[in-house]
């Protein structure tokens, strides 16, 4: 039996949804030999300039056949530092880009971030994105940014890079929800309590909702940080009776409030893919998302709303509690079943060294 192709995983930032698709690579697509390397999901702007150096010992004698690396690997000095990976023929993964992340109320924007992702995207043979939104705010920023240098810049970039980029979204793992009495009352909330999810608008649109007297319950999931948020405070302290989840639970415990809850609500600011509400969706709860970014891709107008708008929000809960949801949204296209042939063919090219388009698609 011949040897399996070596890929090497390159993760430069172990977050939920970049460990969630790395550890499904690693564990369904076993006519690999996989080697992963990871860096914690913390430290951001040090992660994303200083993988090269955290990692430089490690990939000194490493032996591949192929590289897969995400978007917060720094690609270009990799490949620079290390001659060998230079040659081997490399996937850039991009979970989301620096170019629409919004900057929190401490940070300032940099285009060191930004430049790092452009740099990959251009040493690397094929990129992939896990949404459409992700890939054209990609391209649109990439394209505005090199548009301010003061002289001598490039042209067709963008052009360049989307003539080898594909889409392939994360595939969303279908689990055991008992599914066995849907409140019909629940709303749920399973994201960070973090600026970029924007829960003030979340928290706002709830305690607007109280003074109309309706009954329901909240599920409040989700990681948060060490000191809380006083978005979540202020839920605490107006629905104490009416909370029937906190934290961010175990993951049985968690099913099973994705399998009970009636609404999942999103206010996001990004959302390069969004499993959490895919996740919720697939269990049969019914999103209330932003009309943007790319919930734009996976849901129809009924479960869009007009983004950041407290009142629209508002009331499209209130006619949801009073009337009932509408059915959840087919989200089909993101389960394995449809992915994971995808995802095998774009290996197979990668480790065969091809460029040319792997019948993914480029919609």
């Not at 959302?271 to 697939?282: H, K, N, R, S």
């Not at 709860?285 to 929000?313: F, I, K, M, S, W």
Request: glycine fraction near 6%.
């Amino acid at each position: 039996m011949p040897p399996r192709p070596r890929i090497l995983l390159l993760s430069a930032y172990r977050a939920d949804s970049h460990a969630a698709w790395a550890d499904w690579l690693t564990t369904t697509f076993d006519a690999f030999d996989w080697q992963l390397l990871e860096l914690p999901g913390r430290h951001f702007r040090w992660r994303i300039r200083g993988n090269p150096l955290s990692w430089l010992e490690r990939l000194e004698d490493v032996e591949a056949d192929a590289v897969i690396a995400t978007s917060m690997v720094d690609l270009a000095t990799l490949r620079g530092l290390h001659p060998r990976l230079a040659a081997l023929p490399t996937l850039y993964y991009v979970h989301e880009n620096q170019f629409v992340y919004p900057v929190g109320p401490d940070q300032f924007r940099s285009v060191e971030p930004q430049m790092v992702q452009i740099y990959a995207a251009l040493a690397a043979d094929r990129v992939a994105f896990n949404s459409a939104f992700n890939r054209d705010s990609f391209l649109d920023g990439m394209e505005a940014l090199i548009g301010r240098m003061p002289d001598h810049a490039p042209n067709g970039l963008s052009t360049r890079v989307r003539a080898r980029s594909e889409i392939l979204p994360v595939p969303v793992t279908p689990h055991a929800a008992s599914h066995r009495e849907r409140d019909p009352g629940l709303i749920l909330w399973n994201h960070r309590w973090e600026y970029d999810k924007a829960p003030e608008v979340f928290t706002e649109a709830l305690l607007r909702l109280l003074e109309t007297g309706l009954d329901f319950r909240l599920a409040l999931l989700g990681a948060r940080p060490a000191q809380t948020p006083e978005a979540l405070q202020r839920l605490r302290d107006a629905f104490a009776e009416r909370i029937v989840a906190d934290g961010k639970l175990p993951r049985g415990e968690y099913e099973d409030l994705l399998g009970r809850a009636a609404i999942v609500v999103s206010t996001a600011l990004h959302e390069f893919q969004g499993l959490a509400v895919l996740e919720a969706t697939a269990a049969g709860a019914t999103p209330l998302v932003p009309d943007a970014l790319a919930y734009r891709e996976q849901y129809p107008d009924t479960c869009r709303h007009p983004a950041g708008d407290v009142a629209a929000l508002t009331q499209r809960l209130y006619t949801w509690l009073q009337q009932g949801a509408p059915a959840a949204p087919d989200v089909s296209a993101w389960m394995p079943e449809q992915l994971e042939p995808r995802w095998r063919q774009a290996l197979d090219d990668l480790v065969a060294g091809s460029t040319r388009g792997s019948g993914i698609s480029r919609a």
